[in-house]
Nanobody
Framework: QVQLVESGGGLVQAVGSLRLSCAAS????????MGWYRRTAGNQREWVAS???????NYADSVKGRFTISRDNEKNTVYLQMNSMKPEDTSIYYC?????????????WGQGTQVTVST
């Protein structure tokens, strides 16, 4: 069973940057689409971005142009570079498969990494 461990969160001022990492304990190369998610104020998980094995990306409108998702298949790691951050980006961030685009079901969720953006 693949386990996911997110890291890189922290406190940052508005318009600042953070880079999140998601390390998978197993081989995620076969999972062709991985994504980042975050919790909403209503405690729902909101999709943020996805990336295919080949590097094709998709983004939620709220982060398009500010966030960049990438992956290193040899290191079984997915990244999220967050720039021009806004207070509304404050959330717990998680990585997981993108079942909508990959056809794979969600893996067990990691504990996430807290991101706080101050004004």
């Amino acid at each position: 069973q693949v386990q996911l461990v997110e890291s890189g969160g922290g406190l940052v001022q508005a318009v600042g940057s953070l880079r999140l990492s998601c390390a998978a304990s197993g081989n995620i190369f076969s999972i062709n689409v991985m994504g980042w998610y975050r919790r909403t104020a209503g405690n729902q998980r909101e999709w943020v971005a996805s990336i295919t094995t080949g590097g094709n990306t998709n983004y939620a409108d709220s982060v398009k142009g500010r966030f960049t998702i990438s992956r290193d298949n040899e290191k079984n790691t997915v990244y999220l570079q967050m720039n021009s951050m806004k207070p509304e980006d404050t959330s717990i961030y998680y990585c997981n498969v993108d079942p909508f685009r990959s056809g794979y079901p969600f893996l067990s969720w990691g504990q996430g990494t807290q991101v706080t953006v101050s004004t």
